[in-house]
């Protein structure tokens, strides 16, 4: 992914001589002053990544976001890193990897760490699974935001406080979905009930949704965050693979267009992940432009839910494969050829053989 898509294909030659240019008298008259600023922001622009300037007391470390199903998590990094890597949609549970998100400014780099929620009386598997990622994704964390929905306080939320608890974390407790109240003032005797309940580092209520109060919060967690050069490059968003990425794209859009006749364990597998690089067609002699193949296989569970994904005359499919690929083509800035299959593997949720050889 490149943060600079209009960087032209001789760069490398002109980044040096804007970056001689730059060593100029400082008596200069004003056309030189004008000069030198438009240097200096070309330089700072083609700069390595990571060279930018950095606080003396740079804060870095990683950030858990923790609470039950469909408060927001997902939604909440995402606004965060103002980047849609993770993916949302309205059916719970929909988060069934660990992702990592890095906001890093010239203050601090916060790395997220993005979890399922942690479950109870779940039998399947599939949420073994993920409670077992939940609780891993605690370890070495520096903060856990602890994301609750601002309607409710539930018996949920209770068990994954009482697991924080066990543990010496600093928890900050974001009450998401703050537009909701009807009464804006109704959040005050909130913070009042959850300060009684728990020892929380600070309190910050927001609607990760609507982007209020996230400034906030970012200057909470930074405060929260030990004095440490960051973990990764400046420009990096993610940690995870273009691959993943397109699988949970193309889930994200079947989730979204077939609501709730799907269960959330669809699953979508990359076969094929192939970057062709721009070149002349040796049949037409034509230039082709750079560009992506990705094979999918989405798995679903029986006859009657491929006939689901598929959609009438392949309509759903279709408009699933289209959707997918503008958002990848976006998101990755290059042009991407996607094919999609659909497959059932009866009972795979339940089944921990499946599980692994899936990946998870
Ligand atoms: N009104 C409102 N809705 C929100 C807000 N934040 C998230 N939502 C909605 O809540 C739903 C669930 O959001 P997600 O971000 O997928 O929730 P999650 O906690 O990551 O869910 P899981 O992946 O199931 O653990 C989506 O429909 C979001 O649009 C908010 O601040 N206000």
């Known amino acids: 992914m490149s943060n600079h898509p209009d960087v032209p294909s001789n760069n490398e030659d002109s980044t040096q001589n804007m970056i001689e240019n730059t060593d100029v008298d400082t008596n200069a008259d004003s056309v030189e002053d004008i000069t030198l600023e438009n240097d200096l922001a070309i330089e700072e622009f083609f700069a390595p990544s990571g060279s930018a ?46 992702i ?91 913070i009042e009930t959850f300060n009684e309940s728990f020892d929380f580092a600070d309190i910050v209520p927001v609607s990760a949704l609507k982007n209020q109060n996230l400034d906030r919060l970012q200057e909470v967690i930074a405060s929260h965050l030990p004095v440490a050069a960051p973990i990764y490059d400046t420009e990096q968003i993610t940690d995870r693979s273009e691959r993943f990425l397109a699988s949970e794209i193309i889930r994200e859009k079947i989730m979204r267009s077939a609501g709730d006749e799907v269960p959330y364990d669809l699953t979508v597998q990359i076969d094929a992940f192939k970057d062709e690089p721009a070149h002349t067609d040796p049949k037409t002699g034509r230039p082709r432009k750079a560009c992506t193949f990705i094979d999918a296989t989405i798995y679903v569970e029986r006859s009657g839910q491929k006939a689901i994904v598929i959609g009438d005359k392949g309509q759903r499919i279709k408009q699933v494969g289209m959707d997918a690929r503008k958002d990848m083509e976006q998101l990755f800035n290059k042009k991407i050829m996607l094919t999609l299959w659909v497959k059932v593997k009866r009972g795979w949720s339940d089944d921990e053989r499946a599980l692994t050889s899936l990946g998870y």
């Open 53 to 98: 300037q950095l606080a003396d007391d740079f804060r870095s470390g990683y950030v858990a976001i923790v609470g039950r199903p469909n408060v927001g998590k997902s939604t909440l990094m995402n606004h965060l890193l103002g980047q849609k890597l993770s993916i949302t949609s309205r059916k719970p549970q929909t988060t069934r990897h660990r």
């Open 100 to 190: 990592h998100g890095i906001l890093s400014n010239h203050e601090m780099q916060a790395v997220f760490v993005d979890t399922p929620g942690i479950h109870r009386n779940e039998v399947r598997a599939i949420n073994e699974r993920m409670n077992k990622a939940a609780v891993s994704a605690l370890v070495d964390v520096d903060l856990v935001l602890f994301v609750v929905d601002s309607d409710q306080w539930r018996d949920d939320d209770l068990l994954t406080l009482q697991k924080l608890g066990e543990t010496d974390l600093t928890i900050v407790l974001v009450i998401n979905k703050s537009d909701t109240l009807k009464d804006k003032g109704s959040v005050l005797p909130l």
